[in-house]
């Protein structure tokens, strides 16, 4: 490796502990629910965004299921193309053509073949969609209806590259990765489903929880009620200690110790740790430059998250009686934006507060300020609104910044200027008023919240769905 290269490395090598710095282990532990056993009868779908992640979550469950007589198939949203470090330590060399891109995605795809195969799965069991790497959420907020498709700053690319893929030439639109997403789901039908968690700080693992969430709605005559097992990848400071340690289970991220979320885990025989563990080295694209975070989860069971829906009822007017709010839900420090800088300790320590309550037909979303937030505290909201009668490409995709008592409201990419939104902040205190017709009058939301003291976030929310009764 050139000079230039080890100093490219060793600059990312230091921002990668900084984002994941290490934090002391919980001081109790949750309650941890053994998840409910596979049967031969079951057809398991999992969904990874990007190659290994399917391996690091799920390598336990693939096998078992396996040997249950279970069917299994993985689906992989993106590539994973865009990982430029990682391919730089691998190659040595900098790659910034188009078609260097394309290779690296050729080349996460190989890997994730032959670790499937060490698993038992064959290609057959295997759908590579091929979207753009650390762009899906742009896309899930931005880019629906658009004359242009979203475009990949670094690899410059519209539309999904790889012949091979069953979304070759399918452009960088929501309607593409959700038609696409809701075709798999058709063919298949699976009644477990496996997926990346709303909470985690990795974009593109947030977003395909939320086209999952979407594509199961349009979808819910023909595949009723599948189980969702959110899995969790990206959390800073999570797992601890780093490295390969088959001695040790996981356990929850401390971020989550008092939070409203049900953890269940599968426990896994020693054989399949070793063939888990050896799954995770047929990733060495991946492997060399971060064996010692990826190793961390092969441990002696893997852990599913269970987001609840919050369930609001509409409420009389303001002026006739008190508001009551529901869907309380602890915030927790996002480790994706808290490498910027701040006390990464306290942002864990001191959790603020998210509620929400319908009414006079608008929501309204009460936030505490964490201790961090000062003068400087903006809030960033995002909603995503669902109703049975209108199809998802056509509903708004709003998200609010607001700064102080004032604030910019966005539908995709452009900004609006609605009626009826308002935003009232105390010392301790903001409430957003948001119109239901603004979100094009919802069956159930899909929020998330981040909160800054100045540039600097302290505090985020994971998106969870809110039904409207």
Known sequence: MNKKLAIIFLLFSFLSGY??????????APNIKTIEPIKKGDRILILAP?????????????????????????????????????FIVYEKRITLRKSEFIHMGEVRKKEA??????????????IFLGYPDFGTFTIFSRYWHSPKPFRSLLTRISSVPYKENLSFGAPYIGESILNDLKSVLLKYKPNKIFVSNPADSNVDHRSLYLFLQV???DLNKEIPNPKIYPYLIHCRGWPLPRHYHPELSLEPPKQFLNSEVNWSEFKLTAGQLDKKYQATLRYKSQTQSSAFYLLSFARKNELFTDYSEVQLKRQVSLKEKAVSFFGFSNMYADSELAALGGNLESLVEDK??????????SILIRIEK?????????????LFGYSYKTPFADMPKIRILTKQNNFK???????????GVSAELNSNVLILKVPLELLGDPDFILSSIKEFGGILPVDATAFRRIDIE
């Open 352 to 361: 603020g507060q998210v509620s929400y309550a319908v009414v006079d037909s």
């Open 409 to 419: 409201i966005f539908d995709r990419k452009l900004m609006i200027k609605p009626q």
């Open 370 to 382: 964490a201790k961090e937030a000062n003068r400087r505290f903006s809030v960033l909201l995002y």
């Open 215 to 217: 594509a199961l709605r």
């Open 113 to 126: 073949v032959e670790a499937m195969e060490l698993l038992g799965l064959n290609k057959d069991n295997l």
């Open 19 to 28: 984002c994941l710095a290490a934090l002391p282990p919980p001081t109790q």
């Open 50 to 86: 990007h190659p290994d992640d399917e391996t690091i979550a799920c390598a336990g469950i693939i096998q078992q299921a396996i040997s249950a007589g279970a069917k299994v198939q993985v689906a992989y949203l993106t590539n994973g193309d865009h990982n430029q470090i990682a």
